[in-house]
């Protein structure tokens, strides 16, 4: 008796951006036959040239009309301030049924960008893997990216629920554990546990370059562990980082000032000597990190 090959999820995969997200999914689609035929497109012809040289995707594109042409899922893996011209250009092409998500960390902005542009008959699931590292480019990607990771998806209401079910499946078959949520409630929770911190890194490093350059060296030299953690983040792509600042900006703000409350209390504490407020303080911050290694996500 011959064995017959299961199909693919999705008969072609056109994925739009091939940086870190979008060449780890090259990569797992391909590993796990998650879709028939992948295709990938990018503005930088320098990249599309990397792609065809490291061989993860079936064909490349500078065209995104013929990347998305016949494609039966399409992901934006762009900075979240390009997805709307990205939306724009592609509309014309979009196969009827075809499933179109993101990769974005905002959400309300991506689905007022993007939602418009989607044509009759096409689904469009906004999408968010929680998922990264401070690289970027084609050269970036592997397939373990998702392991264990979360997804974040945020339907739009009244949306085809079968194409969010295609989509959920996608996800699992690549490793993530999926959960759906409203994306104004997706952006105010990535606003405290990835823009802020993100920007804190960014403000701490940006702090050590003004510094005057013999204290400088030393600092680079002489990094302990809590500083090299915060340059590996300050490290991560500068235009996706700046689109998410910019179109995240409520949630951002008020997680913002909630913050700079809080280290004025704190400042005020070690001014004075408070050392019974530092130590509750440490005790209680200390139950988060065991909660994060419970969950697996450390």
Known sequence: MTDIAPQPMFQRLALIGAGLIGSSL??????????GHI???????ATLKRVAELGFADSVHAEIGDAVAGADLVILCVPVGACGAVAEAMAPHLAPGAIVTDVGSVKQAVIRDVQPHIPAGVHFVPGHPIAGTEHSGPDS???????????????IPGGDEAAVARLRAFWEAAGSTVTEMDAAHHD?????????????AYT????????????KNE?????????????RIAASDPVMWRDIFLNNREAVLEMLQ???EDLTHLQRAIRWGEGDKLEDLFTRTRA???GVIAAKQA
Request: proline fraction near 4%; avoid cysteine.
């Open 204 to 215: 701490i490093v940006g702090t050590a370059v003004d510094l005057e350059e013999s204290t």
């Open 219 to 231: 600092v680079i030299k002489f990094s302990a562990s809590g500083f090299r953690d915060f340059t």
């Open 26 to 35: 090259a990569h797992i689609a391909r590993r796990e036959k998650l879709a």
């Open 141 to 155: 990607g592997f397939a373990e990216l998702f392991n264990g990771r979360g997804l974040i998806l945020t339907p």
């Open 188 to 200: 105010k929770v990535l606003a405290i546990t990835s823009h802020l911190p993100h920007l804190i």
């Open 258 to 260: 909630r913050f700079s």
């Open 39 to 45: 295709a990938v497109t990018s503005r930088s012809p």
């Open 288 to 290: 988060i990190r065991r």
